[in-house]
Every structure is written in C-alpha cells, then in structure tokens.
C-alpha cells in the first residue's frame, strides 16, 4: 500500500468531559505499514475522574498524578504530524471533539489536520449489526491488546482502515473522501 500514510489516535477520558482526557494512544501507519505505536497517560486538568469512566478503561487518578497535561503530550503528537497530518480514527467525532475541547481548554491553535472515521467507513462497507472497533477486530481476526487503552485502540484502529481500504479496493486515501472532514 505504498503512499498511504496516517496517524491513527485514540483518547480516554477520565470524565464525560471531552477535555478530560487521560490517555492518548497513536499507531504510525508508512505506506501500508505499522511503523511504530505509542501512548502518553495524560493528567486531565484537576486530575478528577469519574466512577463510570475508570470502569471503562481501568485508569485512575493515582496513574496520572504525576503524568504530563495536555498540551506536552500534544506537542510529541504533532511532532508525528508534521510529517504525516493526517488522522484517522474509530468514531472520530469523539477523538477529534477531544482534540477541539483540549486546544480550546488549554488556549492552544488548532492546526490544519485532515482526519478520516474507521467507523463511519464500516458502517457504509460491511452490513453487521455492530461496528464497535472490537467487533470488528474480532470478526477480521485483527489482533489487539488491552481494549479501551489508547495505544492498542489506535493500533486496531490503524489496521481496521487499512482493512477497510483493501476492502473498498481503494489505492489512496483521497477515495476515501466520504469519511473524512478537517480539524
């Protein structure tokens, strides 16, 4: 799949509040390939977390009490976006609503990313009747850690699109401009 190249991401939260992120997870895709995955554990501002989302992803306000805010984890993420501005990721209203809220939280610009949704892509290609991002990893035998950690579910979400760019027998990210939209 040479010249696809993309950033998949994914966040936590530690609240409902879209800027409460707690983790963030990439997975840098090179032509095609996995080329590295990370994940930053976030301190989300007060370090406040709700009872609801600690059962979701396991975090707690003991793992990021002394972890870096928001916007130094930002600055290493847009470190890989300078190279490669493009985002893709599962329900990307949620992840890129967290990106807008986080910016606009922190007084900080918000760059020239565009972005692609793996979800909304599954949705209008296969006919389940779930399109969560485990389903889907589970029904094409895509492997994956620990589900609701940032890094692993940027990395399922990163080998889901590219599935989904065989499947639709696309060559470039360009066709696949029903799914994408600007940061």
Same mark, same amino acid.
């Given at each position: 799949m040479q010249g696809i190249n $993309?950033?998949?991401?994914? #966040?936590?939260?530690?609240?409902?509040?879209?800027?409460? !992120?707690?983790?963030?997870?990439i997975c840098v895709v090179r032509d095609g390939e996995i080329a590295e995955t990370r994940s930053w554990l976030v301190r989300p501002q007060g370090n406040m977390y709700s %009872?609801?989302? *600690?059962?979701i992803h396991g975090i707690r306000p003991n793992d990021t009490i002394h972890s870096p805010e928001f916007p130094e984890v930002w600055a290493e993420i847009c470190g890989y976006l300078k190279? !490669? &501005?493009?985002?893709?990721?599962?329900?990307?209203? #949620?992840d890129m609503g967290c990106i807008r809220h986080s910016l606009e939280l922190y007084g900080m610009e918000k760059p020239d990313i565009t /972005?692609?949704?793996? @979800?909304?892509?599954?949705?209008?290609? /296969?006919? #389940?009747?779930?399109?969560?991002l485990d389903y889907l990893c589970?029904?094409?035998? !895509? &492997? %994956?850690?620990?589900?609701?950690?940032?890094?692993?579910?940027?990395? *399922?979400c990163a080998r889901? $699109? @590219?599935?989904e760019i065989k499947d639709f027998g696309l060559c470039g990210l360009e066709e696949m401009k029903h799914y994408c939209g600007k940061l």
């Open positions: $993309f950033v998949a991401i994914d #966040f936590e939260t530690a609240t409902g509040k879209h800027a409460s !992120i707690c983790e963030a997870g %009872y609801w989302n *600690m059962q190279d !490669i &501005p493009v985002l893709v990721a599962h329900n990307a209203a #949620f /972005y692609y949704c793996s @979800l909304l892509a599954a949705r209008r290609l /296969y006919s #389940f009747g779930c399109n969560s589970d029904q094409f035998k !895509i &492997p %994956y850690g620990q589900h609701h950690r940032a890094g692993d579910d940027a990395e *399922m889901l $699109f @590219l599935r």
